[in-house]
């Protein structure tokens, strides 16, 4: 609960600051080392895709921690509970329903969160359109602005995923502000957490703009988790918290960035000590003295690309270390590759995976620092040029 501390501290000291007129406008002076930035929820997820995940439907018989009224054109209705803050004690939902109507298979969200459906838009279930925002439903809940319960809203995607229903919230948050005569635009996305509205799970920030001048395009290595570090007109400063609802972000200036440990680009490799799936144990001081890949794939999941990307970088790059991250991985196959399930290698798991399926991918310098990552399935765009280097 440390990220969601730090946010209810964030907003004591909003409360304490309220008639600060700098800070309303997001203004601030060089001088000042902790930034308190208000963000503004955006529809649709725009340089920054997000997923879904698939819904868990049950019938109306189960045991719900409420009612609600189904509408009655609906027939065979089923419900699911798309729960809206995991860091509150208290639970909350928005419902959704699918079944029948007129022999088609239909679904509703509760979207005015009144525990009444037959007010709610009855929707066709479709194929998931991942880059479009017209599909996308607006939808009221309740959640944890980090000091009180507070009403929000939100959009979220619903549609089929090989033949399967599947539900992902679909916003990002903008958050423009100036320091001195500098203007800046960060986006932040809450890059794993697609099944409730929750921030400070696994949120991540990129500068969008500066002075005007945007980027087109965002990918893994722009993107900086909590505890990273962003480059504001020469300046660094680490992303420090964010509120539970993603109101608010704080940013801290600190100096001597060049000597902190992390996956951030450029930051130095954290070390780690392993144990391969041939029961080999290796400690990372007995790689880095050339460069090194850590490749995180999901052949687990059935993933098969991810997998195969590794394997082609293992063939491709023979004067490299590259180690091969995944579970249930096979003992008897050539190379580095780690369990992750092995609780020896924990520690590496927190390291530099973090999640159960993962397919990032770190490039690991002679210098003991992270050149670069990106996802393994985009590695002939990224590591001709850094090998070749």
């Known amino acids: 609960m440390k990220s969601f501390n730090k946010a209810f501290l964030i907003l004591i000291l909003l409360s304490s600051c309220k008639k600060n007129n700098d800070y309303i406008l997001n203004s601030f002076t060089v001088a000042k080392d902790t930034l308190i930035i208000r963000t503004e929820k955006q529809k649709g997820e725009n340089l920054f895709p997000l997923g879904a ?3 868990e439907f049950k019938k109306q018989s189960d045991t719900f921690p409420y009612p609600i009224k189904y509408p009655n054109q609906i027939q065979n209705a089923q419900r699911f509970l798309l729960e809206t803050d995991f860091q509150e ?8 329903i699918k079944g029948i109507k007129n022999r088609q298979e239909v679904f509703s969200v509760d979207e005015n969160n009144n525990k009444d459906l037959s007010d709610d838009k009855i929707r066709p279930i479709e194929i998931m359109k991942w880059d479009s925002t017209e599909p996308l439903i607006k ?26 229903l599947f ?23 809450e890059y794993r957490n697609a099944r409730s509205f929750t921030y400070g799970l696994d949120s991540e920030i990129s500068l969008i703009s500066q002075n005007g001048k945007r980027i087109d395009s965002i990918n893994k290595r722009d993107l900086r988790k909590l505890g990273e570090f962003i480059n504001l007109n020469g300046a660094s400063y680490k992303f420090d918290s964010i509120s539970n609802n993603g109101e608010y972000i704080s940013l801290v200036k600190e100096k001597h960035t060049e000597s902190k440990i992390g996956t951030q680009v450029g930051m130095i490799a954290p070390a780690f000590k392993i144990v391969t799936t041939k029961g080999d144990t290796i400690n990372s001081s007995n790689l880095f003295n050339k460069t090194t890949i850590i490749a995180n794939s999901c052949g687990c999941g059935g993933d098969v690309e991810s997998t195969n990307a590794f394997y082609e970088i293992q063939n491709n790059y023979k004067d490299i270390n590259v180690l091969h991250i995944d579970s249930n991985i096979k003992t008897n196959l050539d190379g580095l590759h780690i369990d992750m399930q092995n609780t020896f290698n924990q520690d590496f798991y927190k390291k530099y995976r973090m999640q159960y399926c993962s397919r990032m991918c770190y490039v690991i310098g002679d210098d003991k620092r992270i050149l670069d990552k990106f996802l393994i399935t985009d590695w002939k765009n990224n590591l001709p040029e850094l090998i070749k280097e």
């Open 53 to 55: 995940v698939p819904i």
């Open 89 to 96: 004690k208290e639970h909350f939902y928005v419902d959704i």
């Open 139 to 164: 939808c009221r809940y309740l959640i944890s602005n980090g000091n009180e319960i507070v009403t929000d809203s939100s959009w979220i995607k619903i549609g089929l995923v090989n033949k399967r």
């Open 167 to 189: 539900v992902g919230r679909s916003e990002h948050l903008l958050a423009k502000f100036n320091i001195d005569n500098n203007n800046y635009e960060i986006g932040i996305i």
